[in-house]
């Protein structure tokens, strides 16, 4: 019993060695990387703002005048919402503002996108900016995406960040979304790698995109963004990160919420790590560009490396209260494992959330933990319908500032 634990934990120590290593790299690589501006481009592209919304009757109309008053000539953008299950009066509002809708009974995100993607002619549109129904672009958002794409880049993906951390949820919810923006989209391009996709806040050139979406699998599958990345991966295509083009996003507020999408991301990275292993991915090249995403979805949710290591704590006051040396490495291994963690977070971090409510707002670790602990046994494989987070959040105020 005593060697199995002994392997048992050799095997989660080299795991966690490996895999907080590479984050911590990549976090070092994100604080060093500094990339040369984008020159201003000489030619403005055509550009679908593209807005799936499930039952947001009470923030889209918002979303939608935000996007069309934004800054980016007026004659060279269109706003499409997919209105699936909206109310006739939002579907007639969002129409008198300005906005084309399609409306659909899909109940997946997917299969909103393919179905608007269908109703395009070729050639209408260079570009298809993808947003939430809750997303809001600030100033000068799609001029720097048109800059970008001028510059030869396919797949963009802006900084999606917080519009709300008016509660401990959200405001934890709000970091993790920087800290990923830091670890896999600015430390990622810092090392010559594709950023990942965040889901929205994306825009990718018509062809692009409608190709991506014609691949019946993805029309079948929650995680269309993780799919969205795979996709790339096959054709050889890196998504560019851009910094400076703020998406704003509104944040999980409660326990319930944050565990409803923590289960919908954690069947999309079980879902495409077997995809890894499926007859089309084993046929292509394997490069570094590949292996990176392996290893990416080998890696655990940081809530769950925080499970784990309280757990481990819980072990270590075992050992000493009883002196029974069950298992191995030697505690002094694992406290130095779960330091180089917290410094991998404390890089990724931005500087404003060293803050007095951020310490607050870590009193509700604790429960998020336990929130992840549940939706990690509810993950259902092969789940067909999309888990929809629901928004709370206006962010009127916000968004004007």
């Known amino acids: 019993m005593v060697t199995f634990l002994y392997i048992a934990g050799l095997l989660i120590f080299i795991y966690l060695f490996c895999s907080i290593t590479y984050l911590l790299v990549v976090a070092i690589a994100g604080l060093m990387y500094r990339?040369?501006?984008i020159p201003e481009a000489s030619e403005l592209a055509n550009i679908l703002i593209l807005i799936?919304?499930?039952r947001d009757d009470h923030i889209i109309c918002h979303t939608v005048q935000e996007a069309i008053l934004h800054n980016y000539p007026r004659d060279k953008f269109d706003v499409m919402v997919v209105a699936d299950s909206l109310k006739p009066m939002t579907v007639q509002q969002l129409r008198h503002f300005g906005a084309s809708v399609l409306e659909v009974n899909t109940r997946m995100k997917s299969r909103s996108i393919h179905s608007a993607l269908e109703t395009l002619l070729p050639g209408q549109y260079d570009l298809v900016m993808l947003l939430d129904a809750d997303n809001i672009m600030k100033p000068d958002c799609l001029r720097l995406?048109?800059?970008?794409?001028?510059?030869?880049?396919q797949a963009i993906q802006c900084h999606r960040t917080a519009k709300n951390e008016q509660t401990s949820v959200a405001l934890l919810d709000a970091i993790s979304e920087e800290i990923n923006n830091h670890l896999f989209r600015q430390g990622q391009q810092a090392l010559g790698f594709?950023?990942?996709?965040s889901?929205?806040?994306m825009a990718f050139e018509f062809n692009l995109l409608k190709s991506i979406f014609n691949w019946k699998p993805i029309l079948e599958n929650p995680g269309e963004d993780r799919e969205i990345d795979m996709q790339l991966l096959k054709r050889g295509i890196q998504m560019h990160y851009l910094p400076e083009a703020w998406v704003l996003d509104e944040k999980v507020a409660s326990h319930d919420v944050f565990e409803k999408q923590r289960l919908r991301w954690l069947e999309a990275q079980w879902y495409h790590l077997r995809m890894f292993w499926e007859p089309d991915m084993i046929g292509i090249y394997k490069d570094r560009h590949?292996?990176?995403k392996l290893v990416q979805n080998l890696l655990l949710p940081r809530s769950l490396y925080l499970v784990v290591f309280s757990a481990i704590l819980v072990l270590v006051i075992i050992r000493y209260a009883t002196g029974w040396a069950f298992f191995f490495p030697v505690p002094g291994w694992w406290l130095s494992l779960l330091l180089f963690f917290l410094l991998t977070l404390a890089i990724a971090m931005p500087s404003r959330y060293y803050s007095s409510p951020t310490i607050k707002a870590l009193l509700s670790l604790p429960a998020l933990m336990v929130a992840m602990?549940?939706?990690l046994l509810k993950v259902k494989?092969?789940?067909?319908e999309f888990i929809p987070t629901p928004k709370s959040y206006t962010g009127l105020k916000e968004s004007q500032k």
């Open 373 to 375: 602990l549940r939706a």
């Open 381 to 384: 494989t092969g789940r067909k």
């Open 199 to 201: 889901g929205s806040g």
């Open 145 to 153: 995406v048109n800059n970008a794409y001028k510059a030869g880049h």
């Open 194 to 197: 594709s950023a990942a996709p």
């Open 290 to 292: 590949y292996y990176n």
């Open 35 to 37: 990339e040369d501006p």
């Open 52 to 54: 799936p919304s499930f």
